[in-house]
């Protein structure tokens, strides 16, 4: 894990510290299938500006995510640009608004925030193309290779029982 201590900055209300960290990035699990970062590991930009009432935090940093496409499952790589944001007041009280959840005892869990900034940059689906045309729900080919459709139904066992119940109704 890595971490950054908040007593290293001690910033003064107006003062602003950026930053060079590095930041491990942890694989993904997503729909069963395992996503790598890569590189596992990058250099992100931190910056640390105190307000009056409050400390803003900003996390910013490059990553790819190595994995397999939704629909075709050839390997995929996708690039992001990550950017985050938190807050902590002085006086945070109850509003979870107003606390950065990775701050624990002045010190910054820049893993986890990584982490959950950079899960949401992800897109809902990862697919090597937009246009992607995945497998082919019959036979299990790709489409991107080669693109096909089924004629011959009838002569598909599954189709034919689809055939029967069609018959029955
Ligand atoms: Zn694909
Ligand atoms: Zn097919």
Redesign the pocket.
């Known amino acids: 894990m890595t971490s950054f201590n908040l007593r290293r900055a001690r910033l003064r209300s107006g003062e602003q510290l950026r930053e060079q960290v590095e930041l491990e990035l942890e694989p993904f699990l997503l729909g069963g299938q395992e996503y790598l970062p890569e590189p596992p590991t990058v250099v992100g930009d931190l910056s640390i500006t105190k307000a009056t009432t409050g400390t803003v935090f900003e996390l910013s940093f490059q990553a790819s995510l190595r994995g397999p496409c939704f629909r075709c499952l050839r390997e995929t790589t996708i690039e992001e640009s990550v950017r985050a944001r938190e807050y902590q007041a002085n006086t945070p009280g109850d509003d979870p608004d107003l606390r950065n959840e990775y701050l624990h005892d002045d010190e910054l869990d820049l893993t986890a925030w990584a982490r959950d900034a950079f899960m949401l940059e992800l897109p809902e689906k990862i697919l090597h193309a937009p246009d992607c045309a995945g497998l082919?729900?019959?036979?299990?080919?790709d489409?991107n290779d080669?693109p096909?459709?089924?004629e011959e139904l009838g002569s598909d066992p599954r189709w034919a029982a689809l055939d029967e119940l069609r018959g029955q109704l």
Do not use: A
């Open positions: 082919c729900p019959v036979c299990g080919k489409l080669e096909h459709t089924h």
